[in-house]
Structures are given as C-alpha cells and as structure tokens.
C-alpha cells in the first residue's frame, strides 16, 4: 500500500528545484497556540519543519561588549593606516550585529539591523537621507556629533539620537578621541518592504570637502522646541523633513533619561518593566517612528521583574549596571555596554544582580505589530498564572 506521507516528502524533494513547497507533515509550517502554550520551557521554538526553518527565525541572543569590542580597535587601527579610510570606501566604520537564528543576515530581529559604529577624529559621514527609521545610542563619554535638518546635537554617552525617515543627517567626530555608538535601523523591514531607498544630493550648502550640512538652528533646538514635557509649541510645524508620523524631536540627552529614571525610583513601577519610561513623539504621543519604540528602564539593586513575553521582539542596550535577562529558558547575564535581544514571543524576565543601579535601554518593533492588529502580551503572576497584559 502507497505510504500517501512518504511519497508527498518524495515528491517535495523533486518539487524543490521548481521552488515549489507541496505542504506535507513533516514539514508542517510554524504553527502554534502560543497562548495556550504557557509554560516557560516551550517559549521561543518553534513548529520543525521546513518552513518554519526556511522562514529563519530569530533567537534570543547576547553580545558582550568585551568579546566584540576589539574590533572597533582593529577597524580604526586599518583606518588610522590606511591611504584611504574605510569610511570613505565602506561609508562606515562598523560591524553589524547578525541574529545567529538569522543564517548570517544583517539583522537582529526580522525588522531591526544593529550595527556598533566608530569614529575617528576627523572622520565624517557626508550628509544623506533615507528611507529607514535610525537611531543612535551613544557609548563614548563624548560622543561626536550627528546634524538633522539643521540641528546640530553634541553627543555624550547615553544620548539617544534619531533621524527619522525622510531627514537630512550627517555625522562625524571633531574631537580629539574616537567615538563609538550603536546604530538601530528599521532597515530589514523596509528592505522586506522593497522600502530602502538613499539619497545624497543635499538641495542645500554644504560645508568643507567632506559635504556636511550647514548648521541652520541653534544648539539642540529639539529641546528648545520639546524639552517640556506637556507643552508643545504651537506655532512650528510638527513635522521637520519628508516622514510622516516621525517624532520631531531628534535627541534625547542621557543625562536627563537617568534623572528622569531617577525622579521615579521610589514609585512602585510596572511588575514586568521595572521603572520603564517610553520616549514619545512630542506632538502625538504615539511612539518616535511609526515602526519602532524606545524606551529606557531602571532596575533597582537586587530588583527583578516578572516573566512577560508579547508578540513583538525588543533590542536592549545595557547602559548601566550588571544583571541578567532570562529569556525563553536560556540565562544571559549582561555588563554595561552588552546587547541582547528578546525575540517574539520569548518568556523574559530581568534581574538586577549588583547593588547599584542598572539601566537598559530598548528598542521594541510594537508599535508595527499594533499598526497590523497583532499586538498581544502575557505576563505570568506571582502565583504562576498567566494573565492576558493585552488580549
Ligand atoms: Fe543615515
């Protein structure tokens, strides 16, 4: 008798070359009841099956900053030496971040690149748009600077800059020491999307051989115009370059995130986020780009959060402090400096594991999965039950 399930995975091995898929059991797509499935152990597989591989899904994952930041010294050491700079022939000196669940692409999450980037004294990135959402988070004590549309911010470590879709920037270091950031991009969505397009014909004057754009506005002139929270001003259009629903507030200093955080420590906070804050485009309330939020969170000593898990996945920056995030089972301790990510519907829960503080800074595409009516959270209770954070 004909064994029907053999003879379709015989079938699939010729249909491959015509890259065709017959559906078979064996390789059954990734289809689950994650909200059923409520048990920590089961948190982060997925269905096996060829799909569900082909489909390459994102794993939990930690960079510690010690194992891979010795290589920003080796690119800067080739620059140093080099006729011509790589930022002159590769635009940037940095190296991306690749999801080892990814099969190499540049990318940590299905919608997120992550790249650690290195300035030189005098290097400059020329002035450019483009089409994906960016940010830079600030790790240099001084931190370069980085101009959006006129503005020229000064950067200092735990700065967050952003330059949304549809603004001119450029960057580059005028001080006397190298700077280092960690650049987030929206990048693979748009890339998905058939989205990412760049452009360096700047309409206005530019400055020196190295094609930076004219400083029209005065000194961190987001903060002139945003820097009070409540209060917007009404007579400036709430939209600086081409984007649509782009936050017009380019930057954030670190040192108001840590006294903002700081202001909150004797607040009970959220059981799963600790002291958390979400950093909000100033003129809607809604999340910085349409794609992804931003937030930071504080973790007293010895605090640790409650496991929760949602239906999007979070990049985190460790810019303080030492402790450890359990995701989906797995354990990652972190140190300052360290990236991790929480992939999609991974358990999670952090712990700060010193006596100071610890502070992390995040990345979270939600905002996309809530634009498509698929956002949803978990959190498990104290008495391992599990609650519906949003249904
Ligand atoms: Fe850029």
């Given at each position: 008798?004909?064994?029907?399930?053999?003879?379709?995975?015989?079938?699939?091995?010729?249909?491959?070359?015509?890259?065709?898929?017959?559906?078979?059991?064996?390789?059954?797509?990734?289809?689950?009841?994650?909200?059923?499935?409520?048990?920590?152990?089961?948190?982060?597989?997925?269905?096996?099956?060829?799909?569900?591989?082909?489909?390459?899904?994102?794993?939990?994952?930690?960079?510690?900053?010690?194992?891979?930041?010795?290589?920003?010294?080796?690119?800067?050491?080739?620059?140093?030496?080099?006729?011509?700079?790589?930022?002159?022939?590769?635009?940037?000196?940095?190296?991306?971040?690749?999801?080892?669940?990814?099969?190499?692409?540049?990318?940590?999450?299905?919608?997120?690149?992550?790249?650690?980037?290195?300035?030189?004294?005098?290097?400059?990135?020329?002035?450019?748009?483009?089409?994906?959402?960016?940010?830079?988070?600030?790790?240099?004590?001084?931190?370069?600077?980085?101009?959006?549309?006129?503005?020229?911010?000064?950067?200092?470590r735990g700065d967050l800059i952003l330059t949304p879709n549809g603004t001119w920037h450029d960057h580059g270091n005028d001080g006397t020491e190298p700077v280092v950031w960690i650049d987030v991009l929206d990048f693979p969505l748009m890339e998905f999307l058939d989205c990412v397009w760049l452009d360096e014909g700047f309409p206005g004057e530019t400055q020196g051989n190295a094609r930076a754009q004219r400083v029209t506005r005065p000194s961190a002139y987001s903060?002139?115009?945003?820097?009070?929270?409540?209060?917007?001003?009404?007579?400036?259009?709430?939209?600086?370059?081409?984007?649509?629903?782009?936050?017009?507030?380019?930057?954030?200093?670190?040192?108001?995130?840590?006294?903002?955080?700081?202001?909150?420590?004797?607040?009970?906070?959220?059981?799963?986020?600790?002291?958390?804050?979400?950093?909000?485009?100033?003129?809607?309330?809604?999340?910085?780009?349409?794609?992804?939020?931003?937030?930071?969170?504080?973790?007293?000593?010895?605090?640790?959060?409650?496991?929760?898990?949602?239906?999007?996945?979070?990049?985190?920056?460790?810019?303080?402090?030492?402790?450890?995030?359990?995701?989906?089972?797995?354990?990652?301790?972190?140190?300052?400096?360290?990236?991790?990510?929480?992939?999609?519907?991974?358990?999670?829960?952090?712990?700060?594991?010193?006596?100071?503080?610890?502070?992390?800074?995040?990345?979270?595409?939600?905002?996309?999965?809530?634009?498509?009516?698929?956002?949803?959270?978990?959190?498990?209770?104290?008495?391992?039950?599990?609650?519906?954070?949003?249904?």
């Amino acid at each position: 008798m004909l064994d029907a399930r053999e003879a379709m995975e015989r079938l699939n091995a010729e249909a491959g070359r015509l890259n065709i898929w017959l559906r078979t059991q064996a390789n059954a797509p990734a289809q689950r009841p994650w909200f059923r499935e409520t048990g920590l152990e089961a948190s982060g597989q997925i269905a096996a099956g060829r799909v569900g591989t082909a489909q390459l899904k994102p794993v939990a994952h930690r960079w510690r900053w010690r194992e891979i930041a010795p290589y920003l010294d080796r690119i800067a050491e080739i620059a140093r030496g080099a006729d011509v700079s790589p930022i002159e022939f590769a635009e940037r000196q940095q190296f991306l971040l690749t999801n080892p669940g990814l099969g190499g692409r540049l990318q940590v999450t299905s919608t997120m690149r992550c790249a650690v980037s290195i300035y030189n004294p005098g290097d400059v990135a020329p002035v450019h748009i483009h089409t994906p959402n960016a940010s830079r988070t600030i790790l240099s004590d001084k931190g370069g600077y980085t101009t959006i549309e006129g503005e020229r911010c000064e950067a200092a470590r735990g700065d967050l800059i952003l330059t949304p879709n549809g603004t001119w920037h450029d960057h580059g270091n005028d001080g006397t020491e190298p700077v280092v950031w960690i650049d987030v991009l929206d990048f693979p969505l748009m890339e998905f999307l058939d989205c990412v397009w760049l452009d360096e014909g700047f309409p206005g004057e530019t400055q020196g051989n190295a094609r930076a754009q004219r400083v029209t506005r005065p000194s961190a002139y987001s903060h002139k115009l945003y820097g009070r929270g409540g209060m917007v001003p009404r007579f400036v259009p709430p939209r600086r370059g081409f984007g649509r629903e782009v936050t017009p507030m380019f930057y954030y200093r670190g040192i108001d995130i840590r006294e903002a955080l700081d202001g909150l420590r004797q607040e009970e906070g959220d059981p799963y986020e600790a002291i958390s804050l979400r950093f909000v485009n100033p003129a809607t309330g809604l999340s910085l780009f349409p794609t992804l939020d931003y937030g930071a969170q504080l973790l007293r000593p010895g605090e640790a959060t409650r496991f929760k898990r949602e239906t999007a996945s979070t990049l985190y920056v460790v810019i303080e402090g030492e402790g450890a995030t359990e995701i989906g089972g797995q354990r990652f301790e972190w140190q300052a400096n360290d990236i991790f990510v929480v992939p999609s519907f991974s358990w999670r829960r952090h712990c700060n594991i010193a006596d100071t503080d610890a502070v992390l800074y995040t990345v979270s595409d939600a905002p996309l999965l809530e634009k498509i009516g698929q956002y949803r959270a978990q959190g498990r209770l104290a008495d391992e039950t599990v609650a519906e954070l949003v249904p």
